[in-house]
């Protein structure tokens, strides 16, 4: 497929970067659009866990407040979630993930499970989440997280996974990964019963 970028700026350089472009990209039909712009939200990637116990049938979520959920929701704005961060360019998201179930929840897990990759919002924002499933087994540390410095207020929810599923479906829980992740796990189970 050919695109061909016409002109490009940055609008906005902070802790995120918006980005102007003008661009034509090629067709189904093989012609040429006419000249389109577009902005971009330059996010980079981001990775988020769903911690399981399997030995409970409970997961792990985290509960924080979130602006853009505010904006929408007044006078809400706290939103159930995974944990996740995002991913800088000296580590792995694997690391990133490890780093974050400590500093989010808490926790530290022997193994990750890879659910899958995806855009979260591909018409307007470059952000790609690398999901992941992870694991609590016995001795796992536990505790509550959050990183003051950073901004955060975390309250750490371990809840039966059957009452996240259902959270999910009523509206409860309505950041995306986490229903994504959520639902991952149902099928998984459904699949391992038969």
């Known amino acids: 497929m050919r695109v061909e970028v016409l002109s490009s700026s940055r609008e906005y350089d902070g802790f995120f970067q918006f980005d102007r472009a003008v661009l034509r990209f090629e067709r189904f039909d093989g012609e040429m659009t006419q000249p389109v712009e577009r902005l971009v939200f330059e996010r980079g990637d981001s990775v988020a866990v769903l911690l399981h116990d399997p030995r409970y049938d409970t997961v792990v ?29 000296s580590r792995s998201p694997e690391e990133v993930a490890r780093t974050e ?26 952000e790609r989440i690398h999901l992941y499933i992870g694991r609590i087994a016995a001795g796992d540390r536990a505790g509550s997280g959050g990183g003051v410095d950073e901004g955060e207020d975390i309250r750490v929810h371990q809840v039966p996974f059957e009452t996240a599923l259902r959270w999910a479906r009523d509206g409860t829980i309505r950041d995306a990964k986490t229903i994504i992740a959520l639902q991952h796990l149902a099928l998984q189970r459904r699949s391992a019963d038969g």
């Open 61 to 89: 979520l985290v509960e924080q407040f979130r602006f853009p959920a505010f904006l929408r929701e007044m006078p809400a704005g706290r939103l159930l979630e995974v944990v996740a961060g995002t991913v800088d360019l």
């Open 101 to 126: 179930l400590v500093e989010e929840a808490g926790y530290e897990v022997e193994k990750l499970e890879p659910v899958g990759l995806f855009y979260v919002s591909p018409g307007a924002c470059t």
